[in-house]
């Protein structure tokens, strides 16, 4: 059998993407996205705070150059995408994140200082369907 690595996730950019190209030309885009779980009160009134993660977003080529023009601090979007670990040396320690490498993005809402971002067209939603691994020479 198959095993499948497919993550979706709709929160809150953290900040504007960091965009840069590589040697080859091919673009790529960092951010951080935030989900929350909303608190609650249990039965016996104990109070349970919000708990807000975030996540690493990663996207390449068309797709970062999209989000260079169109995503901003504060946006609701919807990531679809996968999970990718990289490891690495840093000064004699092991280095670990985990990524969400996007193939699909989506704004849901954005405030109201972005609403006239590009005005002439909307936004297209953007996939993208070819595999794309990274490699410590690509980031580092």
Partial sequence: MSSVNKVILIGNVGSDPEVRYL???VAIANFNLATTERGYTMQNGTQVPDKTDWHAIVLW?????????FVRKGMKIYVEGKL???????EGQIRRKTEVIAENV?????????????QQAEEPEISVPQEQ?????DIF
């Fill in 106 to 118: 989506q704004i849901l809402y954005r405030p109201e200082e972005y609403r006239n971002l590009n």
């Fill in 84 to 90: 990718q670990t990289r490891t690495w040396e840093k």
């Fill in 133 to 137: 691994t990274l490699t410590e020479n």
């Fill in 23 to 25: 040697d080859r030309g």
């Fill in 61 to 69: 080529r068309n797709l970062a150059e999209w989000a260079e023009k």
